[in-house]
């Protein structure tokens, strides 16, 4: 059955920086393209970046774009989220998630096989 399972997340200081990580089970990664999202208390979840793991390719949101670097290691099976120079408002929980088709628009009703999430706070 194909999971995802997020981990890496933590308190960090503005200015921080924290690597997430998303293991995958049951598929392989290298045909799909594997979406992060963040939820903050009372807001809506939100499309951060994504991968298209059989090219490299990636897309990210202006909130984040020349703060945050999505990776894959096909051979790991894992795609990763780099944040730096965190932000308070960067505080949430992270998920990452499997699209539905090869390339969609980064919005959550385009992606499944939802992981259980990460925290991440920055706050000093």
């Known amino acids: 059955q194909a999971q995802l399972v997020e981990s890496g997340g933590g308190l960090v200081q503005p200015g921080g920086s924290l690597r997430l990580s998303c293991v995958a089970s049951?598929?392989?990664?290298?045909?799909?393209?594997i979406g992060w999202f963040r939820q903050a208390p009372g807001k809506e979840r939100e499309g951060v970046s994504c991968?298209?793991?059989?090219?490299?390719?990636?897309d990210y949101a202006d909130s984040v774009k020349g703060r945050f670097t999505i990776s894959r290691d096909n051979a790991k099976n894992t795609v990763y989220l780099q944040m730096n120079s965190l932000k308070p408002e960067d505080t949430g929980v992270y998920y990452c998630?499997?699209?539905?088709?090869?390339?969609?628009?980064?919005?959550?009703?385009?992606?499944?096989?939802w992981g259980q999430g990460t925290q991440v706070t920055v706050s000093s």
């Open positions: 991968i298209r793991t059989s090219n490299g390719v990636t």
């Open positions: 998630a499997v699209a539905r088709t090869t390339w969609p628009p980064l919005a959550s009703d385009e992606y499944t096989n």
């Open positions: 049951g598929f392989r990664l290298g045909y799909y393209t």
